[in-house]
T-cell receptor, first 114, second 109 residues
Framework: ETGVTQTPRHLVMGMTNKKSLKCEQHLGHNAMYWYKQSAKKPLELMFVYNFKEQTENNSVPSRFSPECPNSSHLFLHLHTLQPEDSALYLC?????????????FGQGTRLTVV | QQPVQSPQAVILREGEDAVINCSSSKALYSVHWYRQKHGEAPVFLMILLKGGEQKGHDKISASFNEKKQQSSLYLTASQLSYSGTYFCGTEDSNYQLIWGAGTKLIIKP
């Protein structure tokens, strides 16, 4: 247990569906991240939130829409995805903000787009 | 520019040593090492900062040579629990953390 919880653990969705991934941390961290992990590829940073403000969008297609209602929760809203979006989506948090601190990862949501 | 990890995979017998390398074409400010077991979250091992750091954690240690723009992770007397995929993340001058593709380590009894 890292203190970062992601739900659901597995998700299968059609290309016309709308779904949301949820991430929750009660570590008191103020930075939260979404990563995409595809087979045989490096971790790809998608979004960064610092103190609930989005500070980074790494050229992610608009079919992925993040939401950070408070510093403990992070969502990734999905709509009209493509099969190539199938991957493991990892959420992470850190404190204080910045790259030189340890990040705590959730176990991820395994997404399959059919 | 993504850091290059080598080797891509390594198979060891329990008790053997391994070295995993991470190199970048850009100047580095820090290097992060994580291990991920299948189906689990990546877990933090250590961060090395600019200044030629070396760190150790049980029988896992690492070095960071910023002149050569590379870091190495050393696993000594490997245990079955060391199996997993090891990722390095490198921080550049823009405070961007970019991850390598990972090195898969398999430890056999």
């Amino acid at each position: 247990e890292t203190g970062v919880t992601q739900t659901p653990r597995h998700l299968v969705m059609g290309m016309t569906n709308k779904k949301s991934l949820k991430c929750e941390q009660h570590l008191g961290h103020n930075a939260m991240y979404w990563y995409k992990q595809s087979a045989k590829k490096p971790l790809e940073l998608m979004f960064v939130y610092n103190f609930k403000e989005q500070t980074e969008n790494n050229s992610v297609p608009s079919r992925f829409s993040p939401e950070c209602p408070n510093s403990s929760h992070l969502f990734l809203h999905l709509h009209t995805l493509q099969p190539e979006d199938s991957a493991l989506y990892l959420c992470a948090s850190s404190q204080p903000t910045g790259v030189r601190t340890e990040a705590f990862f959730g176990q991820g949501t395994r997404l399959t787009v059919v | 520019q993504q850091p290059v990890q080598s080797p891509q995979a390594v198979i060891l017998r329990e008790g053997e040593d391994a070295v995993i390398n991470c190199s970048s074409s850009k100047a580095l400010y820090s290097v992060h090492w994580y291990r991920q077991k299948h189906g689990e979250a990546p877990v933090f091992l250590m961060i090395l900062l600019k200044g030629g750091e070396q760190k150790g954690h049980d029988k896992i240690s690492a070095s960071f040579n910023e002149k050569k723009q590379q870091s190495s992770l050393y696993l000594t007397a490997s245990q079955l629990s060391y199996s997993g995929t090891y990722f390095c993340g490198t921080e550049d001058s823009n405070y961007q953390l970019i991850w390598g593709a990972g090195t898969k380590l398999i430890i056999k009894p």
